[in-house]
């Protein structure tokens, strides 16, 4: 990921400087390269990455998430970015419905899913107390 942030920050400005000026059109090729960018980097900044995330992680994507920002223009950036916050908040918020709509027409999947969820929580608790235990007997 580190490695791909900084060839996000190196390769910034030869992509999206020439398009500082310009009004945003999604189609552009340097604004289809700035969305296609900025996703990662928003879910690393804003905790949607799907797993745990370094502060130093965090603090390398605020970087260069504002490098491309200088890069961009803050006209541009700001669209694309809210662009960005509105599909993942549309795609969570489908899910979530997907979810609710199941539990209501098939509750004994739903029962099932939420039994699967519930063990596998379990194991990582457990898991998790495991490995506490081992590090004090370790001293």
């Given at each position: 990921?580190k490695?791909v942030f900084?060839?996000?920050?190196?390769?910034?400005?030869t992509?999206?400087?020439?398009?500082?000026n310009t009004?945003?059109?999604?189609?552009?090729?340097?604004?289809?390269y700035?969305?296609?960018m900025?996703?990662p980097?928003?879910?690393?900044?804003?905790g949607?990455?799907?797993?745990?995330?370094?502060?130093?992680?965090?603090?390398?994507?605020?970087?260069v998430?504002e490098?491309?920002?200088?890069?961009?223009?803050?006209?541009?950036?700001?669209?694309?970015?809210?662009q960005?916050?509105?599909?993942?908040k549309a795609k969570?918020?489908r899910?979530?419905h997907e979810?609710?709509l199941?539990?209501?027409?098939?509750?004994v999947?739903?029962?099932?899913?939420?039994?699967?969820?519930?063990a596998?929580?379990r194991?990582?608790?457990?898991?998790?107390?495991m490995?506490?235990?081992?590090g004090?007997w370790?001293?």
């Amino acid at each position: 990921m580190k490695v791909v942030f900084y060839c996000f920050k190196l390769i910034s400005p030869t992509l999206l400087g020439e398009y500082k000026n310009t009004t945003l059109v999604l189609e552009d090729s340097g604004q289809n390269y700035s969305y296609q960018m900025l996703v990662p980097l928003y879910k690393v900044c804003e905790g949607y990455a799907g797993r745990v995330v370094s502060d130093d992680m965090k603090q390398l994507a605020q970087e260069v998430c504002e490098s491309i920002r200088d890069n961009m223009g803050m006209q541009n950036f700001v669209q694309v970015y809210s662009q960005i916050q509105k599909d993942l908040k549309a795609k969570r918020d489908r899910r979530k419905h997907e979810e609710k709509l199941m539990a209501v027409v098939n509750p004994v999947r739903n029962a099932k899913r939420k039994l699967r969820i519930a063990a596998k929580h379990r194991a990582n608790k457990k898991r998790k107390i495991m490995t506490l235990k081992m590090g004090r007997w370790m001293r």
